[in-house]
């Protein structure tokens, strides 16, 4: 074989050496294939609550929901670090969806809903509810009750701003909202329920400004459902419900549950109330997500503010206490991880920064005529870590379901 015919073929060896020289470089640097993550619903599970009341008589059944849905507007990839493509508005809008229709619940309370003309308006219509939603226009996001259009009409409805109610004067202009619905059951008109959603003010050190809220909001509630006893002849039963970005420990459940605080209780709001004029150092925190718009300007001065003493002696001592659903968990939970206080689960938000119980369902405590048969259990820890939203959830919030009977 001549020298010409050798060349040719070296030149092809040389070139399949060079390019497979080449594949193993970019092999040997080229990241680790990491398999995406699927999210899926996590399925929790209901357990019976004992000790009830006993109910003379049992006409019916419904299960309800307090769900904080985690704004899309207020995601900021900072504050959710741990989270990563869950946070995305496709995959999580899913999942939250998926979560709602895995519990089938009557009545919905949601929390930072937003993108509700554009998306969940034809959603939930798609599976069923009625949805009543009302947002403060400083704000990205509002709140919903919603309803299963087949079971419930709507006699009444109402909102309230707790910037502009004339109750009491507002510490700060938060642009936080409540709704008010009077549903009746189409199969038994004479029954019906007075259903109250809020989101309270987030600030930590705003404790006497989501007192006021409070406040507010429970005697809009009362004169709400005293309004529709007066004008309908139907049993009305009471679901005050929400996000009260308070914990257990804190005064506004005190005064709802217990209707008087401690000394050191007192004492706290007074501080809160006195430090109204003070430079905010809470932007960095993670529930800084819950700022949005101009909320939280601050326009009085202290001395135009009702005192504590005085939004306790004129609002509060001639109601009745609540009795938080959920103080029931104490009871059932066998899960050292999720033991808080006063029966309440230690856990319903558990973003990266903070963990806590924010979120209840309340009803009358003296109301004999409804009664909780069942509450869907809070999972363990280990499924929350490290942070919510993760595979499992599809909020930073957890949701709360009942099934009452009455």
Not at 52 to 58: A, G, H
Not at 113 to 140: C, M
Not at 224 to 232: A, S, T, V
């Amino acid at each position: 074989m001549s020298e010409t015919n050798k060349k040719p073929n070296n030149l092809e060896e040389l070139r399949r050496l060079k390019l497979a020289k080449k594949e193993l470089k970019k092999k040997q640097n080229a990241k680790p294939q990491v398999q995406p993550i699927t999210p899926k619903v996590y399925e929790r599970v209901f357990k019976s609550v004992p000790n009830q009341v006993q109910l003379t008589e049992v006409v019916g059944s419904i299960r309800v929901m307090t769900f904080n849905i985690l704004a899309q507007s207020l995601i900021k990839r900072e504050l959710f670090p741990e989270s990563g493509d869950i946070l995305k508005w496709k995959p999580r809008r899913k999942m939250i969806i998926d979560e709602i229709q895995l519990y089938d619940p009557d009545i919905i309370c949601l929390q930072e809903l937003d993108n509700f003309d554009s998306y969940y308006e034809k959603v939930f219509g798609d599976i069923g509810y009625k949805v009543k939603y009302y947002y403060h226009p400083a704000k990205r996001h509002g709140c919903g009750i919603a309803f299963k259009a087949e079971k419930f009409n709507v006699v009444d409805y109402d909102t309230i701003d707790y910037n502009t109610d004339k109750t009491c004067i507002p510490s700060y202009m938060t642009g936080n909202i409540a709704q008010l619905a009077a549903l009746e059951l189409k199969t038994n008109p004479n029954v019906g329920f007075i259903v109250g959603n809020t989101h309270l003010y987030w600030k930590p050190w705003a404790n006497y400004e989501r007192f006021r809220q409070i406040t507010i909001y429970e005697k809009r509630f009362l004169e709400f459902k005293e309004r529709m006893k007066n004008q309908h002849d139907h049993r009305w039963i009471s679901l005050f419900m929400g996000d009260f970005n308070s914990e257990p420990i804190d005064p506004g459940y005190s005064i709802l549950t217990r209707k008087r605080l401690e000394l050191s209780e007192l004492e706290d709001l007074n501080a809160s109330r006195s430090f109204i004029n003070k430079e905010d150092t809470t932007q960095g925190s993670a529930v800084a997500a819950e700022d949005d718009g101009e909320a939280g300007e601050n326009i009085v001065n202290i001395d135009d503010l009702m005192t504590v003493d005085q939004l306790i002696t004129t609002y509060h001592q001639n109601t009745r206490p609540w009795k938080s659903i959920y103080s029931n968990f104490g009871k059932i939970n066998q899960d050292e991880s999720q033991e808080g206080s006063f029966g309440e689960p230690k856990y319903t938000n558990y973003p990266s920064q903070f963990q806590g119980t924010l979120d209840y369902m309340f009803l009358e405590e003296n109301d004999r005529s409804i009664g909780v048969k069942r509450i869907l259990m809070l999972p363990h820890v280990d499924l929350l870590k490290p942070s919510l939203p993760n595979k499992n959830f599809g909020s930073d919030h957890l949701c709360l379901v009942a099934d009452l009977e009455f």
